[in-house]
């Protein structure tokens, strides 16, 4: 496979997903072994719960895998955007919770997943600077890399979404 756009300067990710605490893992869409080789991350029943904020045709997960879809941007985001956020993360922190093997993913498994994973650890009771550590050590230096969304989980996605609603005409 050719190697992909990198965003942002940043390396592919070395792993298809990484767990971050046991059973929240983080992942993409797209992986670099150690010989350079760019691979697709297709999810197959590996767990019990497949969040995607991006999405590619044939990555799965196997049809009757819970798969929930919210497509938003590496980017800044609406309000409605982060509490869809939210959400999700606490539908995440809630499958953690009940023993499922949980995966959220992006493009490359570094900004969005990150935002979502982070919030799912402040949902499970972990500190902000804390989730976002946890982030960098398990899945890569790189994610995060996005400060829109560090700022995010630094905030907090409750104040986020009520200062982004306010720049929101009526």
Known sequence: MKTRHKSRGTPEPQAPWNEIVPGLWMGGHY?????????????????????????????????????????????????A?????????????????????????????FNRSGLLVGQALIELGYEPTTAIDLIRQRRSPWALNNRIFEEYLATGLDVACLLTSLDTPS
């Open 31 to 79: 992986w670099m072994d150690g010989l350079g080789e760019v691979h697709q991350a297709v999810v197959d029943r590996e767990f019990e719960l497949v969040i995607s904020l991006f999405t590619c045709p044939d990555h799965g997960p196997a049809p009757d895998v819970d798969h929930q879809v919210a497509e938003i941007p590496d980017d800044l985001l609406t309000s």
């Open 81 to 109: 955007q982060l509490s869809t956020v939210q959400q999700l993360a606490r539908y995440a922190a809630r499958s953690v919770g009940d023993g499922h093997r949980t995966l959220v993913r992006c493009n490359a498994g």
